[in-house]
């Protein structure tokens, strides 16, 4: 089955840029998504396939996918934007999730 | 705009089967375009996919195929989840969530926690 691999913990100076990052074989020929998590709050949706952002989601928030990472790049860091990063891929029909990564911001 | 609500008991024993439902109300489960999945995370662990539900069938994760079971009910607009001989390891906040816009989980249900114990 197909795995992707995120690193447990990211931290980031308040205003600077955090970069998040999703390994997996080939991870370039799919389509990455990236939810947030906060403690007790349901995921949300902050960019769909590779580079799109959903509705309401800041452009100082972006996606890349190429070769065997895919990245959320997080600009302008702020107090808000501490939460779990997942990302997620389809194949065969089945969903995987990466083990999720924590930005601290600090 | 899509609004999902998850319920069931907040409690389940060793064994026993689980069933959770999610309420969507908003639009059709039967929208050909959506499709409607459960996810759950433990304490201290991460989303974990459980199964997907499209207008043609289901799908499910590997690791839980043998014990799990999605289904619809158009009647009353909802997505069901039905988890057989759970254990102390099943124990999670479940999501349901749906994909509308965006080809994946765009909508979020609030989750509902789920303990099993005796």
């Known amino acids: ?6 690193a447990l913990s990211v931290s980031v100076a308040l205003g600077q840029t955090a970069r998040i990052t999703c390994g997996g074989n080939n991870i370039g020929s799919k389509n990455v998504h990236w939810y947030q998590k906060r403690p007790g709050q ?23 996918n190429s070769g065997n990472t895919a ?3 997080i600009s302008r860091a702020q107090g808000g934007d501490e939460a779990d990063y997942y990302c997620q891929v389809s194949d065969s029909n089945t969903v995987v999730f990466g083990g999720g990564t924590k930005l601290t911001v600090l | 705009q899509l609004h999902l609500q998850e319920s069931g008991p907040g409690l389940a024993k060793p064994s026993e089967t689980l069933s959770l439902t999610c309420t969507v109300s908003g639009d059709s489960v039967r929208n050909i375009g959506y499709y409607w999945g459960w996810i759950r995370q433990s304490p201290g662990k991460g989303l ?6 499209y207008y043609s069938g289901a799908t499910y994760n590997p690791s839980l195929e043998s014990r799990v079971t999605i289904s619809e ?10 988890l057989i001989s759970v254990t102390a390891a099943d124990s ?3 999501y349901c969530a749906g994909s509308t816009v965006t ?7 609030q989750g509902t926690l789920v303990t099993v114990s005796s």
């Open chain 1, 1 to 6: 089955s197909y795995e992707v691999t995120q």
């Open chain 1, 42 to 64: 349901a995921p949300v949706l902050v960019i769909y396939r590779d580079t799109k952002r959903p509705s309401g989601i800041p452009e100082r928030i972006s996606g890349s």
């Open chain 1, 71 to 73: 990245a959320l790049t």
């Open chain 2, 48 to 53: 974990e996919w459980i199964g997907n539900i």
């Open chain 2, 73 to 82: 009910d158009t009647s009353k607009n909802q997505i069901s989840l039905k």
């Open chain 2, 92 to 94: 999670a906040t479940y």
């Open chain 2, 103 to 109: 080809t994946t989980f765009d909508q979020w249900g």
